[in-house]
């Protein structure tokens, strides 16, 4: 599999060699004019694992530069004021967080905190008059993705969700052969994607309620629920769905070890999921009336490997989160709205789901999902 920059394989594509390609996935996302030779500068909050993921993002980034970390720990602090020559000015901690509102040189803060920190901090970076992405899951509730739209709305800020899946290119053939019906209509996906938990410190966030908001389904199980909306093009309209096994009773005492489902779309597609902390698996599968289209590795960081019914996929290895900066970074610097795919209301639009998928296990009911 050949490995690209973002800046490659927009050119690759855009000089007719993405022709070659197995099939011609969806179109990068076409820029605005931005201000020239100006950067984004953003304050990542919270220097956990995922913001480590992040710094080749960063570096490759065309349209956003790390101006700012915001932590409560001062010896990440110190180490990311060394790496990336931070100012005094722009170390933030928890408690100094509202001070942002004074520093004209941070443009958006990148919230990576545990998920129940979302809303708390995307509200205030708003007050702050900061554009903001935040990670997913958006939040815990729809009614706290609403107040988080609003508080943006209100301050004139725009705000994002770390959706980077939506400018991978193998992604990108999924959202074609779905939506375009390359196939036919697709009747069946399953999207699965799960990881081993197992020796993991009981006092781990992701185990804690009121820092998770749940287990599998808020972490990776929104990947799944995202796959199956963006490949059909529709909002699921119903759902069940099923708990367990528990097979770490120890760990699992506040939050869901394994948890299945099964939604149905307006087509009368279904798509069926699991996620789990058990056990590694990562794949996604879609049945059309005339061939299919898989990936295996698929909703995880890649690099992903995929096939249609007529030929294995070749498209090439890009840096999702550095596309993902670049669109967000060219829209603010351009002032014009962030597309539908990665604004605020997509990350409700998954916390719909989310939410009816937990009322559907807690109750072992089908649940009609409540209009948008």
């Known amino acids: 599999m050949t490995h690209y920059s973002r800046r490659s394989f927009i050119q690759t594509v855009g000089s007719g060699v993405g022709a070659a390609l197995t099939a011609p996935a969806f179109a990068l ?79 958006l803060v990148y919230i990576t905190l545990p998920n129940g920190l979302h809303k708390e901090y995307a509200i205030r970076a708003a007050q702050a008059g900061k554009h903001v992405i935040v990670e997913k899951p958006m939040a815990f509730t729809v009614r706290d993705c609403r107040e988080m739209i609003d508080a943006c709305q209100q301050a004139g800020v725009q705000l994002a969700v770390g959706y980077r899946l939506h400018y991978e290119p193998h992604h990108r053939e999924l959202m074609r052969l779905g939506q375009q019906k390359v196939f036919g209509p697709v009747r069946l996906i399953e999207a699965s994607l799960g990881y081993q938990l197992a020796g993991t410190p009981p006092d781990d966030w992701h185990l804690k309620k009121a820092l998770a908001g749940g287990g599998p389904l808020m972490n990776l199980g929104v990947y799944c629920v995202q796959s199956g909306r963006y490949v059909l093009g529709e909002e699921p309209i119903a759902v069940t769905a099923q708990y367990g096994p528990v097979t770490l009773p120890d760990l699992f005492r506040e939050v869901e070890e394994n948890i299945t489902w099964q939604l149905t779309f307006p087509s009368g597609a279904v798509c069926t999921s699991a996620t ?39 498209f090439p290895v890009v840096n999702q989160q550095a596309a993902m900066l670049d669109d967000i970074g060219k829209h603010i610097l351009a002032k014009t709205p962030l597309p539908d795919h990665i604004a605020g209301l997509e990350g409700l639009k998954d916390m719909r789901v989310i939410e009816g998928i937990y009322r559907a296990a807690d109750t072992g009911s089908r649940v009609t999902l409540p209009p948008l």
Request: charged share 20%; net charge positive; aromatic share 14%.
């Open 29 to 107: 996302p076409t820029y605005p004019d931005a201000e020239p030779n100006r950067k984004l500068n953003v304050a990542l909050c919270g220097l956990g694992r995922y913001a480590n993921v992040l710094k080749k993002g960063f570096a490759e980034s065309q349209y956003c530069r790390l101006a700012g970390v915001v932590t409560g720990t001062p010896a990440k602090a110190a180490q990311w004021k060394q790496d990336y020559k931070l100012p005094d000015k722009n170390i933030y901690s928890y408690q100094t967080f509202d001070q942002l509102k004074n520093n004209p040189d941070i443009d």
């Open 276 to 314: 789990t902390s058990n056990c590694t698996i990562d794949r996604f599968y879609a049945a059309a009336d005339e061939g299919y289209f898989e990936l295996n590795p698929a909703l995880s960081y890649g690099p992903f490997k995929g096939r249609t019914s007529q030929a294995a996929f070749n």
